[in-house]
């Protein structure tokens, strides 16, 4: 269980319905080389949307949290402590089999050390738009 609010977050809407993209996969990459503190742990978390199509909690299999990771940057970060995180959403696997032009969409982005960021999705079958929210 997170000890604290996520530096990193997200929020689909569906756009063709208007309403939250509820139960959709989410994965949330690290892309940048691990710190040598981490060791061979993957930079990897997974969650699902709420009812409200937000990430309640990322799940990380072995414990470690994204705070963690973003405080702590990676052995390549960039000189202000910059890392490069990705999020890819199973938009197949909300919309159905072939009922959608996208199988997933994947946003990739740089994460400053100690900033909080939130990605919201406006998505549809043959669409998506993304932008930093607050």
């Given amino acids: 269980m997170a000890t604290s609010k996520a530096p990193i977050s997200c929020h689909v809407l569906d756009t063709v319905?208007?309403?939250p993209g509820a139960s959709i996969k989410v994965t949330l990459s690290c892309l940048s080389a691990p710190n040598k503190q981490f060791g061979s742990i993957?930079?990897?978390?997974?969650g699902v949307t709420n009812s409200d199509g937000r990430i309640a909690e990322w799940e990380n299999k072995f414990g470690v949290e994204v705070w963690s990771i973003v405080n702590e940057g990676s052995?390549?970060?960039e000189k202000d402590?910059?890392?490069v995180w990705s999020l890819k959403f199973d938009t197949e696997g909300y919309y159905g089999e072939g009922k959608t032009f996208w199988p997933y969409v994947e946003l990739t982005?740089?994460?400053k050390k100690g900033?909080?960021?939130?990605v919201p999705l406006l998505l549809g079958p043959y669409n998506y738009t993304t932008y930093r929210g607050s």
């Fill in 17 to 19: 319905i208007g309403r």
């Fill in 75 to 77: 052995d390549e970060d």
């Fill in 81 to 83: 402590g910059t890392t």
């Fill in 115 to 118: 900033e909080h960021y939130h």
């Fill in 42 to 46: 993957p930079h990897t978390f997974n």
């Fill in 109 to 111: 982005f740089r994460v």
